[in-house]
């Protein structure tokens, strides 16, 4: 049976209505390691052991230097652009220091290879701090917010590319709100800390929840909640009675906030009223059915044993449970998160206790998503033992983590150019295969940019070109370039040279004129890359705004309603966010390889247009690279 009301309650029953629930909103969040420029630097010096000879096979051998072509020129073959400036090198992992390279002029002998030697694993985490340049105050500028609210969302996680990790965290971690919201209201906080839990960043999603939350309270609800966290009843409750002062019909929240008010002040009688009420409300949410068994205790209603444990609470739940001398969860934000997923995969790397090949595989993992930077994974590689067979065989056999934890320790210590090459070429073909190609970029680009360019390693020359060019050192990229230009006899490295040639033209930056021939279509007959392919290629070159071959420049056509046309509106409308947020959405992070040859177009030439033009030439680079350049 219902409990019935007091008859000397009834006067006060004008001033509680029923109302609508509230909710309180709070995500947990990891730290970003700043990223910097992956111009690579040589490992530590340390003892070196012998290692395997090269494959047989490819142009000829010769053991002297290729003479450096006159840099002033394009490679052989390749038709001449007149270079604006030199690309950033691309951003794929933090903490890599600028190496000191050859002259053009005067080429150096080959330096012995230096081992690598083991560094000790971190055992802290990252410190927060915001990765690269933030975009700005005003960057959700003209945006609506119910766009915006439906974008985020789609922001693709995991992202293994690394410009498109870079920028999709400095979209969410630059400190701007949305216009016409109040500080510490803003909806995008929440969607962003989801998305960069997602992404493996926890410790930074909690940093913008957390900053959010000690922002100077803008409405009622949220002085009386800071309140009631800090303890400070008094506080809390005078704005309660003022608000309730001015309410004809107090909602949820406010009917809950009296009650525990009144409760809290000894006026018990009056807070039964408002608690009869509450039971009375059809079908409650668990909120404030908990909240009804707490504040039942509180009154002397019922025994604490009868009320069930409460995992997660709001303010007035938690100060309530405090009154009644019920054991209360961690305020909204205060809760450190038990990391999963990505995030878990850094713990389970630096865990001393976890066997070998699991702390290597959560290590491959990190690296991949960001979060931790290289040399940490080379240290990992270094518990691995060295196997008594040939190390590429055996990645060959198994591609394992141990198995590439070998190949990398071998490669660090190769002494002859030839056996590092022929180390560096089995990782990265490897990758390739796997579809981690970048990743290994990032490893491997040091040891790349200690093989100088010679005749008897044409055969390494396009993976070598290919990781130059990656890691924006075009001189490098050039010499090697100009060696599998020249390779006329090899036929592999015939089929390589188209793409190759398009590749350098984009990392050279330089619009250039219209070439007579059409490079696409070479790169297509050399390689039987499909029409879908040539279209994305071409659509690259469109988006960075450069002409070639026969084709006009023109965009891809863009169909009305596509994300492809939401990104040239809302460029041409100078809306930074919308713009840089409809990209990362279209390119869709690791599927980039895939993306529609408009949004490729639209992304790059709206990031362009908006002052990222640097950021869209390094996607253009690393989308070419996947798509098959």
């Given amino acids: 049976m219902p409990r019935l009301l007091n008859p000397s309650r009834l006067p006060a029953l004008a001033l509680l209505l029923l109302g609508a629930g509230y909710g309180l909103i709070a995500s947990p969040a990891s730290a970003l390691s700043p990223p910097t420029d992956l111009t690579p630097q040589p490992p530590d010096t340390g003892t070196s052991q012998p290692g395997s000879p090269p494959p047989s096979g490819g142009s000829a051998i010769e053991s002297e230097p290729l003479p450096q072509p006159d840099m002033t020129q394009p490679p052989t073959q390749a038709q001449p652009t007149q270079p604006q400036s030199a690309p950033p090198p691309l951003v794929l992992q933090p903490g890599a220091q600028p190496m000191p390279m050859p002259s053009a002029e005067q080429p150096q002998e080959q330096a012995p290879a230096q081992p ?109 909640e800071q ?78 044993k009868s009320v069930k444990k409460i995992a997660t609470a709001d303010p007035v739940l938690i100060a309530t ?82 198995a590439r934890a070998v190949v990398y320790k071998a490669a660090a210590v190769a002494q002859l150019p030839e056996q590092r090459a022929r180390l560096i070429g089995a990782a990265l073909q490897r990758a390739r295969a796997r579809g981690d190609y970048l990743t290994e970029v990032a490893l491997y680009a040091p040891f790349t940019q200690q093989v100088q360019p010679m005749r008897n390693l044409a055969w390494f020359a396009p993976d070598a070109a290919r990781v130059m060019f990656l890691v924006g050192n075009v001189e490098r990229g050039n010499f090697w370039l100009n060696l599998v230009d020249s390779s006329t006899g090899n036929p ?77 509106a809302a460029a041409l409308a100078g809306r930074r966010g919308e713009t840089v947020l409809t990209a990362l959405v279209a390119l869709g992070g690791d599927k980039v390889a895939g993306a529609d040859p408009a949004a490729i177009s639209s992304s790059l030439g709206g990031l362009t247009s908006v002052g990222l033009g640097a950021e869209a030439r390094q996607v253009a680079l690393q989308a070419a690279v996947l798509i098959g350049l």
């Fill in 492 to 568: 592999d490295l015939v089929r390589a040279a188209p793409g190759l040639r398009l590749l350098a033209r984009i990392a050279r930056g330089g619009s250039g004129g219209q070439l007579s021939n059409d490079p696409v279509a070479s790169w297509r007959q050399a390689t039987g890359a499909d029409e879908h392919k040539g279209a994305q290629v071409y659509a690259i070159f469109a988006g960075l705004g450069q002409r070639i071959g026969g084709w006009t420049g023109i965009a891809p056509i863009t169909a009305g309603g596509s994300l492809a046309s939401e990104i040239n």
């Fill in 321 to 402: 449970m405090k009154l009644a001398g019920l054991p209360a969860p961690a305020a909204p934000g205060k809760v450190v998160p038990v990391p999963v997923g990505l995030a878990a995969s850094v713990m389970t790397a630096r865990n001393g206790a976890a066997a070998v090949p699991q702390r290597i595989d959560a290590g491959e993992r990190a690296f991949a998503a960001g979060l931790i930077p290289a040399q940490e994974l080379a240290a990992l590689y270094q518990l691995a033992p060295a196997g008594p067979g040939d190390a590429v065989a055996d990645l060959a056999a198994s591609d394992s983590p141990m």
């Fill in 116 to 224: 690598l030697q083991p560094q000790p694993v971190a055992t802290a985490a990252p410190q927060t701090t915001s990765i690269g340049a933030d975009l700005g105050p005003n960057l959700w500028f003209g945006a609506t917010p119910s766009r915006l609210m439906a974008l985020v969302p789609q922001l693709p996680a995991p992202v293994t590319v690394p410009s498109l990790r870079d920028l999709q965290l400095r979209l969410l971690t630059t400190a701007a709100s949305m216009p016409g919201v109040a500080p510490g209201s803003d909806p995008l906080v929440p969607l962003r800390a989801e998305r960069l839990n997602a992404m493996g960043f926890p410790d930074a999603a909690l940093a913008l929840t957390q900053a959010t939350a000690n922002l100077p309270p803008s409405t009622p609800q949220q002085v009386v």
């Fill in 227 to 304: 309140a009631l966290t800090a303890g400070d009843t008094g506080t809390a409750c005078n704005q309660v009675d003022g608000q309730i002062a001015k309410m004809q019909a107090p909602d949820l929240y406010w009917r809950k906030a009296l009650i525990y008010c009144q409760l809290a002040g000894k006026q018990v009688d009056q807070a039964e009223i408002g608690l009869d009420l509450l039971r009375e409300v059809p079908n409650p949410d668990a909120g404030t059915a908990s909240f009804i068994a707490v504040a039942s205790v509180a009154a002397g209603d019922v025994k604490p």
